[in-house]
């Protein structure tokens, strides 16, 4: 089976400060005076200015915060969303290299039950050489579904002096097969949250950061909810750096988020979804 969707963050970066630089937010005139958001990885990192270089204006409060290559804290433009809790790059790149998705057996009749042949010793949403099968046994009430159907990934952020919005869309990459429509896109659950504070394979966030007035904006549930055009799905209202650090990692937090068939098995047929979600970030 085709993995059941790809995706790519085109727009995530944050400046090459490769997170040595992390006194970035205290020393950089531009974030410290007009703003700033900054994503990162855990390496690499890109800048997301208020300040408008080309004319020495400022981005007006509903405005795109800019992608900035002029600034001379600009970011390497290569930060990946990693597997959640860990420092792993989870793209796209996976999936389209043959990976797919397990289908497991549930004796109860409707395929959500307990899955009785599939022992998997990792979380990362895709069918390899960690996962495990026992013998299969068919019964009256076995149903077939998906088993690890959902993908879980993460990013991190940190910000100055603004309060801004995350914007996310969804699109279509590539041809569309019966398997690749918007429709579709309606059965794939989309969720989100933030984790205040935490390590990820040693590497410590959180300390000096805070989580503020962050709101989850309602009515985002899935990738059709964001399907067309870019919608603001959370926002913050105060800084996330809460103090003067030694470290990008202690002034920020993890954007979390998760999305896959919720209940996929094959009435619902066979086909490959391709499709990206863009993150911005716009001024509130």
Sequence with gaps: MRPLLAITLATLGAPGLGYAQSTFLDTDFFCRVKGCVIVHDSFS?????????????????GGELIAWSGNP???TGDVRPVFTGTRTEGTHIIF???QGAALGF????????????LSSTDT??????????????????????AVENS???????????????????????GLRDSFNTEETLNNVVFDYGITQRGTDDGFSYGSD?????????????SLGDITGAAQIIADFRDPIRRRASDTLGAQSIRFDYVYGFEDYDLSLGAGA????IEFRFIRQ
């Design 273 to 276: 979804l391709n499709y990206e």
């Design 45 to 61: 990192f890109d800048v997301y200015d208020a300040h408008i270089f080309a004319n020495n204006g400022t981005v007006p409060v």
């Design 96 to 98: 389209e290299n043959g």
């Design 209 to 221: 950061a805070r989580r503020g007035r962050f709101r989850r904006l309602n009515g985002f549930n």
């Design 151 to 173: 993908i879980q990934r993460s990013f991190y952020l940190s910000s100055r002096t603004i309060g801004f919005g995350i914007l996310a869309e969804a699109r279509a990459r």
């Design 124 to 145: 990362n949403g895709f069918l390899d050489a960690e996962d495990v099968f026992a013998p299969i046994t068919l019964r009256r009430n076995t149903a077939i579904r």
């Design 106 to 117: 549930a004796n109860n009749g409707v395929g959500n039950g307990p899955i009785t042949n």
């Design 73 to 75: 804290f600009q970011g």
